[in-house]
């Protein structure tokens, strides 16, 4: 397999033909020049040690030269090569609510945004973690296994949207109890579940949900995300045309913040309301870090094999050879006709 891995340094690739003609020209008028002196066969004559064929020579090794360090600039990568990475940390399982109340505006830029900004920062923050994702409203379903890669959990996050879960509700303890399915038989690593929610409309058991985690030794984390003031709840992003009931009235969306409390405190975890700042954030990794880490099982990258050394060593030797290279004829080697 081959690819370059800075492929937008292969358009000055383009810029070879200028130097080419730069170059054509420059002769032209140096011709002309030393035919105002004689002709040119006589000038040769008169400057015996001068070579006209060293001076093409040198430019071509010099365009040369420059496009294998354009190559070089592009990295070009061959094959593949596998990397072993040893990572100390927790098994965490993020529970998000996708529920049409997290469309809701009164945290910006809307509530579920705000709640993927947050668990990407935990993600990035805490990359020595293996990671599990479930998405919930009505029903709650497991959207990326617990994994060691980071990268693959931010991916799986971004394509979170309420159009995942068609079925309305907030089924916070069916959540749970499929955030406990997530993860290892290892008992000697901590355990944490981060759910984050803004607790309308709960349906289930969640406070029980979240005794029976705790009881296995896993901690359940509240994030509630909205205000208690409430907000409308826009039909798309940024619109003004507002979801409404049978009545034809503005669907009001409010955060239940007593019960995110209750499901916190049911699950020996911190509870943090999520506003337009990063205190949630803040408090969030600090308790995360008080659980014990442990070296989780050893992940191989594959990776693209670096080779843009081939050509650096290449361009160095056209760079000498340049160098080494004289307009004039050495005295000491001018019967030696190589460039006659």
Same mark, same amino acid.
């Given at each position: 397999?081959?690819?370059?891995?800075?492929?937008?340094?292969?358009?000055?690739?383009?810029?070879?033909?200028?130097?080419?003609?730069?170059?054509?020209?420059?002769?032209?008028?140096?011709?002309?020049?030393?035919?105002?002196?004689?002709?040119?066969?006589?000038?040769?004559?008169?400057?015996?040690?001068?070579?006209?064929?060293?001076?093409?020579?040198?430019?071509?090794?010099?365009?040369?030269?420059?496009?294998?360090?354009?190559?070089?600039?592009?990295?070009?990568?061959?094959?593949?090569?596998?990397?072993? @990475?040893?990572?100390? =940390?927790?098994?965490?399982?993020? !529970? +998000? %609510?996708? /529920?049409? $109340?997290?469309?809701?505006? &009164?945290?910006?830029?809307?509530?579920?945004?705000?709640?993927?900004?947050?668990?990407?920062?935990?993600?990035?923050?805490?990359?020595?973690?293996?990671?599990?994702?479930?998405?919930?409203?009505?029903?709650?379903?497991?959207?990326?296994?617990?994994?060691?890669?980071?990268?693959?959990?931010?991916?799986?996050?971004?394509?979170?949207?309420?159009?995942? @879960?068609?079925?309305? =509700?907030?089924?916070?303890?069916? !959540? +749970? %109890?499929? /955030?406990? $399915?997530?993860?290892?038989? &290892?008992?000697?690593?901590?355990?944490?579940?981060?759910?984050?929610?803004?607790?309308?409309?709960?349906?289930?058991?969640?406070?029980?949900?979240?005794?029976?985690?705790?009881?296995?030794?896993?901690?359940?984390?509240?994030?509630?995300?909205?205000?208690?003031?409430?907000?409308?709840?826009?039909?798309?992003?940024?619109?003004?045309?507002?979801?409404?009931?049978?009545?034809?009235?503005?669907?009001?969306?409010?955060?239940?913040?007593?019960?995110?409390?209750?499901?916190?405190?049911?699950?020996?975890?911190?509870?943090?309301?999520?506003?337009?700042?990063?205190?949630?954030?803040?408090?969030?990794?600090?308790?995360?870090?008080?659980?014990?880490?442990?070296?989780?099982?050893?992940?191989?990258?594959?990776?693209?094999?670096?080779?843009?050394?081939?050509?650096?060593?290449?361009?160095?030797?056209?760079?000498?050879?340049?160098?080494?290279?004289?307009?004039?004829?050495?005295?000491?080697?001018?019967?030696?006709?190589?460039?006659?």
């Amino acid at each position: 397999m081959f690819k370059f891995g800075n492929p937008e340094y292969l358009y000055l690739f383009f810029a070879i033909p200028v130097f080419v003609i730069g170059f054509i020209f420059l002769n032209i008028r140096k011709r002309k020049s030393v035919e105002k002196l004689g002709t040119l066969a006589l000038v040769k004559r008169m400057m015996p040690e001068l070579s006209l064929k060293r001076s093409y020579l040198k430019f071509w090794v010099i365009l040369v030269a420059i496009g294998f360090g354009i190559v070089v600039l592009a990295r070009p990568q061959f094959g593949t090569k596998v990397e072993k @990475v040893d990572k100390k =940390g927790i098994e965490l399982v993020i !529970a +998000i %609510d996708v /529920s049409n $109340s997290m469309m809701a505006e &009164d945290i910006k830029p809307s509530r579920l945004a705000k709640a993927k900004q947050m668990l990407t920062r935990i993600i990035d923050e805490r990359r020595d973690d293996k990671v599990a994702i479930v998405v919930f409203a009505g029903e709650a379903f497991i959207q990326l296994p617990l994994t060691p890669d980071n990268q693959s959990a931010k991916l799986f996050l971004e394509t979170i949207d309420p159009s995942l @879960v068609p079925v309305q =509700g907030t089924a916070i303890g069916s !959540a +749970i %109890d499929i /955030s406990m $399915s997530c993860f290892s038989n &290892d008992t000697d690593i901590d355990k944490a579940i981060v759910l984050i929610t803004d607790g309308e409309g709960h349906e289930g058991d969640a406070e029980g949900a979240a005794t029976r985690a705790a009881e296995k030794g896993v901690h359940v984390n509240v994030v509630g995300i909205g205000t208690t003031e409430g907000a409308m709840i826009p039909v798309s992003p940024g619109s003004n045309n507002m979801k409404r009931d049978t009545q034809g009235q503005p669907v009001v969306t409010k955060l239940n913040e007593e019960m995110c409390r209750q499901i916190a405190k049911a699950g020996k975890g911190l509870y943090a309301h999520a506003d337009n700042s990063n205190s949630a954030l803040k408090s969030l990794q600090a308790e995360l870090e008080k659980l014990q880490k442990k070296e989780i099982d050893g992940i191989a990258y594959s990776e693209y094999d670096e080779k843009y050394q081939i050509f650096a060593w290449v361009m160095l030797a056209l760079l000498l050879l340049e160098i080494c290279v004289f307009d004039k004829k050495n005295r000491i080697f001018r019967n030696i006709r190589l460039f006659k």
